[in-house]
């Protein structure tokens, strides 16, 4: 099987890697360098770009003549559905949506695609294409017939952007309670990986731990306290999380359900007496921002 990608930033420099080590005859082509010259050869064509660059690269490859006939395209888009790559459909052998649902955060490092889950949707011999190189890749191919890909998008950016942004309110929090910034990450990463197999092997409500499961409204009005005196940037956060965890602790009812009407008194009273803030502390020696391009 060949493969082009175009496309070389997070995504499409990670699936190349993975397809690489796979054995696979890979051809990694920067977006920004436009078109290839010559005709593509490749059994699959990826679009590995930016979803508000997908309908105009679309249109350019139908009218370039560089894509047979035999070939499939897939994007790897959350958002947008196979329709995405209309203009394609006459002039390849298909399209389909190939969303690999792991975060990709560097250009540089890749994320273990092992396990992680696909979505493949599309014309028959596309998403078929799309479902072989995923488990090629060590990947579960998953297809919804009548998936919402905006709510199935926003359900993976707030589970994985969500997560990074928790962990940087996290790393303040340990840096205020005494622990060096440059240790912090090294903590948080593997409670974050123990979270992962906790959600995926238990499910919900049975990967939630700590003290809100366990009904400790002391806990976590001594924590509110904390936060309120040290950190108060983060305390709506740290509120709303603790709301969020309040159903789950119920069903599991480790704890008399007293304990848990105690907990949303503590909440109640200390949600009262803040105002929400998406103010952060700048962190010393961190670039504030990134560019970052496909």
Known sequence: MKVFVLGAGKVGRALAQGLREKKVDVTLRPARKGLPKARIDADVLVLAVRDRELGPL?????????????TVVLHNAGALPADALAPLRPVTAGVAQ???MISFASRTFFPTLTRGQVHAKGDPKAEKAARSLAKLLGMTPRTFAKLDTIGYHAAAGLVANGAAALAAIGEELLVVAGVPREEAPKMLGPLLRSVAENVEKL?????????VRRGDAGAIERQIGLLRERLPEALPL??????AQLPLARTLADAPASNFDAMETVLTRAGSAVAPTTKRRPAHGRAQSRRSAR
């Open 58 to 70: 679309a249109e350019k490859l139908a009218a370039s003549g560089l894509v047979s006939r035999k």
């Open 98 to 100: 190939m969303h690999p």
């Open 203 to 211: 499910g919900f409500p049975d990967a939630l731990t700590g003290p």
């Open 238 to 243: 740290f509120i709303a999380s603790a709301w």
